[in-house]
């Protein structure tokens, strides 16, 4: 039986001339629909879209103000699963570009109703390494891993046992099917920016008992570079040497809150947040961010105050099979 395949994505800002040059690849194959979430854009810009691509099988969504991207992929993902009956959707950033044989590819695959597909994107490395190494949460870091950073991994090893190459993936690339919209699984608002995506496919793993495969059968290119896969200095830089406020707050303050969702001993999680912030602190003051060093201490507050309120108002899930 033929599938029917739709894809999606999420823009924000000014970003058109990415924007365009991703869907018109896209336009170019047999999608069934492509929906584009405009998540605070200008309605100069939203017009200009929606002028460019009437008469196809682009469908624009409308935010006047921009929600994050947690909030942007809940309403996008909520419309699709309410609206659409394509067997899959292809989620792509909006500066993701496909391959020009993407949808024939995925019409070839043969895709259980427990897997979810992450292609490859080159600029990201961490998926690919985590199925060469045969360790799916390297994307994440270990369950007690601060940042990806983990001092007690060495010599405690992780008992988890997991069929699927990786444990979590980006939103840009990853393939869900019905079974996965038809869930109750969303992304949490509340993250707005940053790790959302990695919170929202590591419940689609934890409690629906879905496999995430690591695919080259397509690869995907980014044609922006993420603020922290910029080179610096590896001495006196870390990953948000480069970020701005907002960048920085919601990165630390979303993986702090993730982190101890995920974490089976609070006090070695602790102590990686303890030792590892003494690292970043310290180069914020080689470097002369002082403000950074404000910055992160909020975040990493606000990351623990997210997790004790959550933890009292919401009970956890059951597991379920797909």
Known sequence: ????????????GNRLNFLYQSIDRLLEQGFDMIYVFCNGITKDNYQKLTSKYHGTPVIT????????????????????AQNDDADYVLLLDDDNLVPRNCYQTLMQLDIKEDELYYFHRPDRMLPKLAKEKRQPEFVMGSENSFLGRDIFSKIIKSNSKYAGDIIA???GGLLLNKKALDTDILPKKDFYLYADDYEYTNRLVTEYNFKIIFSEDILIEDLEKSFHLRKGSKLLSNRFSNANATQLYYSVRNNTW????????????VSNVV?????????FLLTFKLNNIRTYLKAIKDGFTC????????????HINP
């Open 1 to 12: 039986m033929l599938k029917k395949i739709s894809a999606a994505t999420l823009t924000y």
């Open 61 to 80: 969504l409308y935010s006047d103000t921009n929600l994050g991207s947690a909030g942007g992929y809940y309403e996008l993902i909520t419309h699709i």
């Open 169 to 171: 993936a980006p939103y």
């Open 258 to 269: 993730l982190g101890l969702l995920r974490s089976n001993s609070k006090g070695q999680y």
């Open 275 to 283: 030792i590892f912030s003494l690292i970043f602190i310290t180069q």
């Open 307 to 318: 997790y004790l309120e959550e933890k009292k108002s919401k009970p956890r899930h059951r």
